[in-house]
């Protein structure tokens, strides 16, 4: 039976606190929410919830935290795995077919775990001080890193790496940023390669040449995240300017600046049809527009600190967001 938004509300209300191990998983509803929104709540134990990412299939959540990845069931929320690893998670991608989950680490290393066994499949070195971001190919054969040394300008490790898969070989690096690379993605075809760095700049490559195609302009600080649209056409921009920037693609023509945080915006995320996106930041809110109109649909609050991962679930049933610090995740029923 189809559950309506009612009877959501009221089974969240009635269901109990559920000890998992050494975590808890709540149901609540989020507080100030500006139109119905129900939300399921995992409270984390750790000092941190971080990255987030549904396999393509759905029925797995994996969410980084400061002690590794927890892998979460779906329905249910049902913590099934956790894959321990030293250091922050900075970053999570499950593979096209749901097989591999790469993590990146605060430790220099891409970590490719086996999803059903949880097994490490392979460790990837990437002799930097940290590591920011991970995305697979569309056909999982390549998976493209960015990575970071605060200490380091224009050098090799402000860069993006492109490896191939099944060997764990580096294809080749992709210089041209001056500074920590924030984010990377892969375009729905795989031709294009989207990074987003510190040094307030995002960048478009072809990865069969892997030369740069585009710099896309006009952010007045850290560009922290981006994300294309499910069709590609269009690219979306995260910035600490407390602004998103939405861009067509290839053309790198700006469609919208969407202005209505409060503070910087941390990440963002496109919904399945790609009619809306979703970001968040450090007023602790989840904003969504219309891509249509660049318009403000709708605020969704309840976290008490940086909202700094965003993902929705393939079906576009849930928007998944995590608050670092507040150490939870939290499901919106968003539609």
Partial sequence: MRLTAKRWLLALTCMAL????????????????????????????GPYAGALAFRP??????????RGTLLWQLPGERLIRRLTEPGTVNAVAFSPDGGLLATA??????????VTTGQLRRTLELGTYYVTAVAFSPDGTRLAT??????????????????????GRLLG????HTDVVTGVAFSPDGRLLASASRDQT????????????????????????????PDGTLLATAS???????????????L???????????????????RTLASGGQDREVRLWEMATGRLARTLSGHTDTVNSLAFSPNGQWLASSGSRDRSVRLWAWR
């Fill in 240 to 254: 600490w300017d407390a602004s998103v920037k939405v861009w067509t693609v290839p053309e790198g023509r700006l």
């Fill in 57 to 66: 299939d759905g029925r797995l959540l994996a969410s980084g935290d400061g």
């Fill in 146 to 167: 960015g990575s970071g040394d605060n200490s380091a300008v224009s050098s090799s490790a402000n860069s993006v790496k492109l490896w191939d898969v099944p060997t």
């Fill in 202 to 229: 995002a960048r478009l490559w072809d990865v069969a040449t892997r030369l740069p195609t585009r710099t896309l302009t006009g952010h007045t600080d850290v560009v922290s995240a981006l994300a294309f649209s």
């Fill in 105 to 114: 680490g605060s430790d220099g290393r891409v970590r490719l775990w086996d």
């Fill in 18 to 45: 559920l000890p998992i191990g050494n975590l808890t998983l709540a149901a609540a509803l989020p507080t100030a929410t500006v139109g119905s929104a129900p939300v399921r709540i995992l409270q984390l134990s």
């Fill in 173 to 176: 690096s992709l210089r041209g």
């Fill in 256 to 274: 919208h600046t969407l202005r209505g945080h409060t503070a910087p915006v941390e990440t963002v995320a496109f919904s399945p049809d790609g």
